[in-house]
């Protein structure tokens, strides 16, 4: 009940604070009379949106095909991965320095490459994004595997239980509100990465728009974009926070 | 140290009076240690179980009960020179995984399965399907107290309660051999002398051979073909009480002038680990 009526608390708090900014916003353009490069108002991105429905709705809709499926690959090979080294200590002994290394570096980084290797469509985007979502994931994994209570795993033991079946029944569950928060997390940075991807190079999508509105000094349109890219984002984060709620219902 | 033959239950289990039958030892341990670092929990301690006997261990805070239970579980090697025997088999602590039903001091239910899904976990592992497990755990669960619980979470439940799913997870889990740690340690008085009354019912059904730890000196006689007195640590045996009471015990039995008798020695012999224990961890 208690957590219920926070979660209600929350979305005023979040509602009052769109509010506040978007007053803040449009009293700033018009007080100070900001140029449309500088700052465009709240009412004209919205227009410029709906002028532009259709463009932004083909480039969010790859956008997010993009986010989604490098979403899913990268959160499914990071868990794999976490079971397997979990499963094999010395495997996780060699590995983990070399994966901590290779994430210590922004993925963005890596992006020329991917571009090089896989092209200009969807699937460098994709590889990007997998990547990107599948690091986190697979550390945050990691560490919750192993979070499980020495006498749980015990127990298990005494019932004749396998390191496999003490993964399955035991230290899966007992890591999932750690895997299920970087997964939240990564909702918002798959995005991210898939968008900064696209400026770098693609045939569409939202980072090809903001690219080539700025080339036509188009500040609206770039606006109208980000605006659809947000959108998106709180749909992707919110929808992932439930299913957590709903799956992780124990915490 | 010998080991008392006494009533021991043997096979056909329709025995209403102590039978006196030379029981047939299903575990034997001899000068079994367990030093962790520079502690050492236990020093040669040495127990023979016969199959069927319901064995009761006492002992002061901190004497090494929990880790001889760890031990016999194949949860813990203990020190080189320990000598195990299981149904005449000298063999490896780990060797015993598996093969006894452990009921640790705490009840360890996972969060996310409900009551009747916890019951089953060990059946489950061993490859039941989980439709029977339910199905049998379902039945069980008048028994134990639970009825109409199945679909509750362990974090809706009370201490006593969540005590009562954790033991019914250990004797779905048929072994001959169960390894009680405190079982009842969270339960009201009175729930507790019913369940030590149904626990010896369903021990006399089921031809199983209990040891069971316990800090309640009564519960330790009522229950008991024998208690273990374990000394101040490093644990070895200090007295080995046989209890000669009949069978079926009731509740007037705590009364009679043979349980207080006992009870008396008993007492006696753990007043004098538990002063040691004191002296020692407080430095007087
Ligand atoms: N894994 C371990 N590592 C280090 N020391 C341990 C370990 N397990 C037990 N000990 C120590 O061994 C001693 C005996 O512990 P144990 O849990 O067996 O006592 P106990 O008789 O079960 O006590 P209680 O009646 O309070 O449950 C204690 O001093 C404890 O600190
Ligand atoms: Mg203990």
Request: aromatic letters at 8%.
């Amino acid at each position: 009940m208690k957590s219920r009526s926070w979660q209600s608390a929350d979305v005023y708090w979040g509602v009052a604070g769109a509010v506040l900014l978007v007053v803040l916003w449009e009293g700033a353009v018009r007080a100070f009379d900001l140029p449309a490069y500088i700052l465009p108002g709240i009412l004209e991105i919205l227009v410029s949106m709906v002028d532009l429905q259709s463009t932004l709705m083909d480039a969010t809709w790859m956008t997010v095909m993009e986010a989604v499926s490098g979403y899913v690959i990268g959160s499914a090979c990071g868990i794999l991965l976490a079971v397997i080294l979990t499963l094999i200590p010395t495997l996780k002994r060699w590995c983990l320095p070399a994966a901590i290394a290779i994430n210590s570096v922004p993925v963005v980084a890596y992006a020329p490459l991917v571009l090089l290797w896989f092209g200009m469509g969807a699937e460098s985007k994709i590889v990007m994004v997998s990547l990107a979502v599948g690091f986190t994931v697979f550390l945050s994994a990691l560490t919750g595997l192993d979070q499980a209570n020495r006498k749980s795993i015990d127990l298990l033991r005494s019932f004749g239980a396998n390191p496999l079946m003490i993964i399955w029944r035991l230290k899966l569950p007992a890591a999932l509100p750690l895997i299920a928060s970087a997964m939240r997390v990564s909702t918002t940075r798959s995005m991210i990465v898939a968008i900064v991807t696209e400026m770098l190079g693609a045939y569409g999508g939202l980072g090809w728009v903001i690219y080539q509105a700025t080339l036509q000094i188009d500040f609206v349109q770039v606006w109208a974009a980000i605006f659809a890219a947000s959108l998106v984002s709180l749909i992707f984060f919110g929808a992932v926070s439930m299913i957590e709620r709903k799956v992780i219902f124990w915490r | 140290m010998s080991l008392p033959l006494k009533n021991v239950p043997t096979a056909d289990h329709q025995n209403t009076s102590p039978q006196v039958a030379p029981a047939s030892t299903l575990l034997d341990l001899g000068g079994v240690s367990k030093t962790f670092g520079n502690v050492q929990a236990l020093s040669g301690l040495n127990a023979r179980i016969g199959t069927g006997e319901f064995v009761t261990v006492v002992g002061p805070s901190g004497c090494g009960k929990s880790t001889l239970f760890n031990i016999v579980a194949g949860l813990e090697e203990p020190d080189d020179g320990a000598g195990i025997q299981f149904r005449g088999q000298s063999c490896k602590a780990r060797d015993l995984l598996g093969n006894v039903s452990f009921m640790p001091q705490q009840d360890l239910l996972l969060p996310w399965r409900t009551v009747i899904d916890n019951a089953i976990l060990a059946i489950e592992m061993e490859g039941m399907p989980k439709a029977e497990a339910r199905a049998l755990a379902l039945k069980m669960l008048p028994e134990f107290g639970l009825a109409g619980f199945e679909k509750q979470y362990p974090n809706q439940l009370s201490g006593g309660m969540r005590q009562r799913v954790a033991l019914m997870r250990t004797f779905l889990f048929k072994r001959d051999l169960m390894l009680l740690d405190e079982p009842f340690g969270a339960l009201d008085a009175l729930t507790r002398t019913m369940m030590q009354r149904w626990l010896l019912d369903v021990w006399q059904k089921h031809n199983r051979t209990i040891l069971f730890i316990t800090h309640d000196v009564d519960e330790a006689i009522f229950l008991g073909d024998r208690v273990l007195v374990v000394t101040a640590r490093p644990g070895k045996i200090k007295l080995e009480l046989p209890v000669n009471l009949p069978r079926p015990r009731g509740a007037e039995l705590v009364t009679s002038p043979e349980f207080i008798s006992l009870k008396r020695t008993l007492l006696e012999a753990i007043e004098e680990e538990s002063m040691k224990s004191f002296q020692a961890t407080t430095g007087h």
